[in-house]
């Protein structure tokens, strides 16, 4: 990686950015082979602009995401157009973001505990039961993002480890 004027380049480094995908003919785009894959069943390309942001830079080189530099890029479609998505979707997604080789995975999480409650007791679950059932799927999460760390750290010793970053909210 070299250190360009304004900051660290990602040349050289396989970037998977786990989102809403992204609008791959953006010109920030040129030159960058990608490689897609929609896991939400609404075909690639993004109807929510989150996923397109986070990959991108502008033509000049001005960083508008965390990608600049980079050319070569996973973009995992995780997220729908409403930026919904389900665990399961993430997990088989960064499970195929490792074996692609990606060197950096990039994401951007959140477990919706209150709307899952919500939800819960709006199909007429009591309200103490839908919690314990929202903090049930918290935990399976939390269970689950743990093993796949020690996936991805077992990997290192062989040298196709990643480095795994997440907006979490």
Do not use: C
């Amino acid at each position: 990686q070299a250190k360009p004027a304004g900051g660290w380049s990602g040349e050289g480094v396989k970037v998977a950015v786990l989102d809403t995908g992204i609008a791959s003919a953006h010109e920030a785009f040129t030159g960058v082979k990608l490689v897609e894959q929609d896991f939400t069943h609404e075909g690639n390309g993004d109807q929510n602009g989150h996923g397109t942001h986070i990959a991108a830079e502008d033509g000049a080189g001005v960083r508008i995401g965390v990608a600049r530099g980079v050319r070569d890029a996973l973009i995992g479609k995780v997220l729908d157009r409403d930026g919904a998505g389900e665990s399961e979707t993430m997990f088989r997604a960064l499970q195929w973001a490792m074996e692609q080789g990606a060197n950096v995975i990039s994401m951007s999480l959140g477990f919706d505990f209150p709307g899952i409650v919500a939800a819960r007791v709006k199909q007429m679950w009591p309200p103490d039961l839908a919690t314990s059932a929202a903090l049930d799927g918290y935990r399976a999460n939390l269970r689950m993002f743990d093993a796949l760390m020690a996936v991805a750290r077992a990997r290192a010793v062989f040298g196709g480890g990643s480095v795994i970053v997440a907006a979490a909210g």
